[in-house]
């Protein structure tokens, strides 16, 4: 009897934790850090990294990542370590275009999301009142740019410096 309710219990755990989630690995990148910043070198960062190895400082931090911060990443959305967004999960699937996203959130409003054929993604903001909003959005050297209805640029993010850039009602800086 014990034995059963022990392996249930495993199973159970099991199911729960291995939730197809890659993970940000959150809590390892916080050890990688203390050895990126505690000593200066290549070799002082390759003997701190052994000793945080066999010490076991790094399995144990990849241990509860993997069991406890990445499923809780998946399940909620965010890495509670370092606040991150998912990385992926099994819900990630091959899109195509033509593909939709429908959302309806509790006040009526609804979001739209479809794939186009080049890549970008439509977004269709219905709101309760019923005034609607739209934005195609498509990753352009190193940058991701939004675009209004007419396909006028209104802004855009450099995907290496955050750095955000508003344009006029030309589509121009």
């Known amino acids: 009897m014990i034995k059963r309710i022990i392996a249930t219990l495993l199973v159970a755990a099991f199911a729960l934790t291995t939730t197809a989630c890659i993970g940000r690995f959150a809590t390892s990148g916080v050890v990688r850090k203390f050895n990126m910043t505690a000593v200066q070198g290549k070799w002082p960062h390759e003997l701190l990294f052994l000793a945080l190895y066999i010490i076991p400082v790094y399995p144990i931090a990849g241990f509860i990542d993997i069991i406890i911060v990445n499923s809780i990443e998946f399940w909620t959305g965010t890495n509670p370590i370092d606040g991150g967004a998912r990385v992926a999960g099994s819900t990630a699937a091959v899109h195509h275009p033509g593909d939709q996203h429908h959302v309806v959130a509790a006040d009526g409003s609804e979001a739209i999301s479809t794939l186009r054929e080049d890549g970008s993604i439509d977004f269709e903001i219905r709101a309760a009142d019923g005034s609607a ?28 410096t955050g750095e955000i850039r508003d344009f006029d009602q030309t589509g121009t800086l």
């Open 133 to 160: 909003h739209f934005m195609n959005v498509i990753r352009e050297d190193g940058q991701l740019v939004a675009r209004d209805a007419e396909g006028l640029r209104v802004a855009s993010v450099d995907s290496e």
